[in-house]
């Protein structure tokens, strides 16, 4: 089978969307090595270097105005190299196909993460929303398939973009596999001291920005006077200078630690020493970070009112994102309990199985299978 990706955010972005791309990518070398990959990348530039592959061609803009305009090449451009190269399947990574893509005879398969700037607008640049929604309604209207990432946001894209519940699959997304290898005694001190972490403390990863709502962690900390400090772990934003002014009106200056330059490959242990991992955040497609806790057997509270109780699982404590007091108890019930946060890990690291990489793979191909005559 010929498979054919937008691999933009596989080599040019290194959150969440990115993460998606690349782990995709990966999945379908390591579970069917039998199938050709093509991986569509606009720049030639920067790009960040995947997972090796040995059936993965990458085709870059080849015309002068396409290497100068590359955004017009994933819009106009590819639907032609797809028609050149007899693909089987082209699969939309990030909410987008290119034009007349149904014109050309290979079936399309576009992955809707959420609609976050539907719900949230303000959060949003105006022109960013126009032309993102119109590539979003687009993408829904003409695709043959549509992976959704959550139920949540199935119903979000039936919602927003009018899309047809009838070509919706839904295929969870996992992790990193660095999140489920043990992490030995040795590597935990080398990362503890790396990062001067304290013996006790909560962890939040993720972006720094408003709707992630760590403010919620650190009144919460004020309000149950919790003695434990708070890890954040993600680049300095201005909403960071927020968070910063309300430690300042609590007197909780020496209470979080803010660390903007951790390595990937140290978060595992990072999450692993943590007492519990709190993600409040007041929206997600997925919330990749929960799983990524569930994995390193860290206990995870998380915020109602989105898909977070479906990465999450059973097992995980949930509080509504703007009860401070509700969060306050979930710490201290959870820190006041040592079976409670054996039951914790032990059931997260269970419900982590069924965003295993074999699980996904097959899900993900029996989308492309079912597609084809």
Sequence with gaps: MKIAYDAKRAFHNSRGLGTYSREVIRLMNAYFPDNDYYLFNPKRKNAIELAPGANNTILYPESLWHRKFPALWRTFGISRELQKLKADVYHGLSQELPARIQKTGVKSVVTMHDAIFMRYPHLYPKVYRKIF?????????????????????????????????????????????????????????????????????????????????????????????????????????????????LLTQFGLEGSVIFIQDAATTDLPAIYTLAEIFIYPSVFEGFGIPVLEALCTATPVIAATGSCLEESGGPSSLYVDPYDVAAMSAAINIILADGHLQIKMKADGLKYAEKFSDENIANNLMRVYKNLLP
């Design 133 to 245: 929604i119109e590539k979003n309604k687009y993408a829904c209207m003409v695709a043959d398939k549509i992976i959704a990432i959550s139920l949540q946001t199935k119903k979000d894209i039936v919602h927003y973009f009018q899309a047809d519940e009838n070509k919706i699959e839904i295929v969870y997304q996992g992790c990193s596999n660095i999140f489920r290898q043990q992490i030995n005694e040795e590597e935990k001190v080398r990362v503890r001291e790396k990062y001067s972490l304290p013996q006790q403390y909560l962890l939040n990863v993720g972006a720094v920005e408003k709707r992630k709502n760590i403010e919620l962690i650190i009144k919460a900390l004020h309000h149950g006077k919790i003695n434990i400090p708070l890890v954040v772990v993600g680049k300095a934003t201005a909403y960071m200078q927020e968070l910063k002014q």
